[in-house]
């Protein structure tokens, strides 16, 4: 199955030293760039996180700080990764999850304003949920055929990269048309409806703190744009404006911007939310 792409692909994975978008660091970031024309560029790089590897990372990884002490930081290779991954759309197992937010937020650590919201982010794990619901072990034996302990060793960002690469492609070969009964089941080797799939909740930032929500008119029923879509609005959804569009709260409680700008939230929030704050200015 070649892809069926508009523009490049990065097909990526990181290893990092935690799961905190805000204090933890990638170590390691693997990625293979698949052109429209079906070429393949891979590259595999350490990363030094300018702290110390928590021995269970070592453990489940097994990189040491040995490993990324003379490696270049993030911000060091943000430059270049900003320009290789310039134009692409991404695909990761679980990336939509943990590796676009984390890679999102060392980017604007680096002070690069990457912005994924004009990309397509294809989730390998999500679709593999919705179709089959296990984990990547069980996703390379049941698309590829193979044991992934055969073929690799888990949890190297280098070695899951390859695998989720077969994983998705084994999924749009095994859900082409034409290939089963029943149409929910069917998978268009398309990068809008992979990425349309890979979605599980209608975040606007990565972390879901602001979500969409449909536009309901007076009637009750759903309010369409000019092309027939469903008109969305950003929300908050938490905290005790949780429901309410953003964009009246930030202009009705001036102060909640400068909360939230200077509490414990993700840059990527943050980032929504000054660009949400700039639209209504520009009214």
């Not at 170590?27 to 996180?49: A, C, H, M, W």
């Not at 490993?67 to 430059?79: G, R, W």
């Not at 089941?185 to 929500?213: H, P, T, Y």
């Not at 449909?214 to 905290?239: I, S």
């Amino acid at each position: 199955m070649k892809l069926n792409l508009t523009r490049p692909l990065i097909v990526f994975d990181l290893e990092t030293t935690g799961l905190d978008f805000i204090r933890d660091r990638i170590i390691q970031i693997s990625y293979i760039k698949v052109s429209p024309d079906g070429t393949e560029e891979r590259e595999n790089l350490f990363v030094n996180p300018e702290k110390p590897i928590p021995h269970e990372v070592v453990e489940l990884t097994g990189i040491t700080n040995d490993d990324v002490k003379d490696a270049p930081t993030f911000k060091t290779l943000a430059p270049q990764l900003s320009e290789k991954f310039k134009g692409c759309d991404f695909a990761g197992y679980n990336s939509n999850h943990f590796d676009i937010p984390m890679l999102a937020e060392e980017f604007l650590r680096a002070g690069i304003d990457f912005d994924f919201s004009k990309v397509r982010l294809i989730d390998a794990q999500t679709i593999f949920h919705k179709m089959e619901r296990r984990n990547l072990a069980a996703a390379y034996k049941f698309y590829c055929g193979r044991k992934m302990e055969e073929d690799f060793t888990a949890h190297r960002a280098d070695e899951d990269t390859e695998a989720t690469y077969r994983v998705l492609m084994g999924e749009l070969d095994k859900y082409a048309p034409g290939m089963q009964e029943e149409p929910d089941r069917v998978l268009e080797n398309d990068m809008d409806c992979l990425a349309e799939f890979s979605k599980q909740n209608d975040n606007v930032d990565f972390a879901g703190r602001i979500v969409w929500k449909p536009l309901v008119g007076a009637d009750g029923k759903p309010v369409l744009d000019a092309d027939g879509k469903e008109q969305k609005v950003e929300v908050f959804n938490f905290g005790k404006y949780k429901g309410r569009p953003v964009a009246d709260v930030l202009r009705t409680d001036i102060g909640y911007y400068s909360w939230m700008m200077g509490g414990d939230f993700t840059f990527n929030t943050k980032q929504v939310l000054t660009r949400i704050r700039l639209r209504g200015f520009n009214k």
